[in-house]
């Protein structure tokens, strides 16, 4: 069974710290992808990955940024956390070669930030 | 600006009846259409998709049917059953490319 593991399901941060969300995925995808969803807003992409090492700005980068250093793995890295960073970050994983197109997504991490 | 544009945030449904969810988009080059579920407190879930070429796709109680010239597609549930109860996003997609994701529906199935 084809699986996306988040570090945390919960996470409580205080204002100014640097706070890392990781991801893993066991099905040997060459795209990852961070979102974060908040209420009337749907799913907004942070940044993806279309392999180690790349890393490709989504709509809404601006203070985060990303790591992939191993192909399994993609972190999530909030330099200076702020109250408006309070959400839930969804991790997901995907091949080019697999069910066209479709998105396996983690279990979330809902991240407040006092 | 939204390329995908669900312009229902919520719709309620008795249970056994019909429920469709819409979903406009604005790009002509998407080429491939999904549709996800999403409960709280965890990640979407892949429901049902659609290419292009198609303008309908059957998976059990679930139908997706698109409509090209009106940039149009909708999501037909029957019938509707509470664990349905959820927020169901539109996504679509060109080539590969990151899923463009709508903004959501609330489905409440009533019992």
């Known amino acids: 069974d084809v699986k996306v593991t988040q570090s945390s399901r919960y996470l409580v941060k205080r204002t100014g710290e640097k706070v890392f969300l990781e991801c893993v995925q066991d099905?040997?995808?060459?795209?990852m992808f961070w979102y974060r969803q908040d209420p009337g807003l749907g799913l907004r992409l942070i940044y993806f990955?279309?392999?180690?090492?790349?890393?490709e700005k989504g709509d809404i980068p601006e203070g985060y940024s990303v790591s992939r250093e191993k192909k399994e793995r993609f972190s999530l890295i909030l330099e200076s956390a702020s109250t408006n960073q309070t959400s839930m970050y969804l991790c997901a994983s995907s091949t080019p070669g697999g069910r066209v197109y479709e998105q396996f997504f983690g279990p979330g991490t809902r991240l407040t930030v006092l | 600006d939204q390329q995908v544009k669900q312009n229902s945030p919520s719709l309620s449904v008795q249970e056994g009846r019909i429920s469709i969810l819409n979903c406009d988009y604005t790009n002509s080059m998407f080429d491939y259409f999904l549709w996800y579920k999403k409960y709280p407190a965890e990640g979407p879930t892949f429901l049902i998709s659609i290419s292009s070429i198609k303008d309908k796709n059957e998976d059990g109680r679930f139908t997706v049917f698109l409509n090209k010239s009106a940039k149009h597609l909708s999501l037909h549930i029957v019938p509707s059953q509470p664990g349905d109860s959820a927020v169901y996003f539109c996504?679509?997609?060109?080539?590969?490319?990151?899923?463009?994701f709508g903004k959501g529906t609330r489905l409440s199935v009533i019992a």
């Open positions: 996504a679509a997609v060109s080539g590969n490319t990151p899923l463009v």
């Open positions: 990955s279309y392999d180690v090492k790349m890393k």
């Open positions: 099905m040997d995808h060459e795209n």
